[in-house]
């Protein structure tokens, strides 16, 4: 099966777990704060966490595998879980540094686009 569409096919379930997920979260939790994306990020860190270090230390599966469930599903679903599994790498490699520039370049440029793009839309 071609990589492209083992992605494709865990993007499009990552894609569909996420719309129902917050909308459910929003449904039950409410719309004042985002429950789903805070449900969906730590979901999805979690997922990719457990994924990375099951599949290559205790199982060895094969690298498809990855490409269905961390690059597709959990790219879809959410990005939050790459940043977190990168920055708990360098702590438990116990390269402090790395782990704070990524975590606070991450924070900061990325609120900082947010609200970028906020203006811009708002000017435009």
């Not at 599994?85 to 900082?112: I, K, P, R, S």
Request: proline share 2%; with cysteine; aromatic share 14%.
């Amino acid at each position: 099966m071609s990589e492209y569409l083992i992605v494709s096919l865990g993007a499009i379930f990552g894609a569909c777990s996420r719309y129902y997920l917050s909308r459910l979260a929003a449904k039950t939790l409410g719309p004042v704060f985002p429950y789903g994306t805070l449900i969906i990020n730590v979901t999805g860190s979690l997922i990719v966490g457990f994924f990375l270090v099951y599949a290559s230390e205790r199982v060895l599966l094969d690298p498809r595998w990855r490409l269905l469930v961390v690059v597709g599903f959990c790219g879809a679903f959410t990005t939050f879980s790459s940043y977190a599994f990168e920055t708990m790498a360098y702590f438990e490699q116990g390269q402090w540094h790395l782990m704070l520039t990524n975590v606070l370049t991450n924070n900061l440029l990325c609120l900082a686009a947010a609200l970028g793009g906020m203006a811009l839309a708002r000017v435009l």
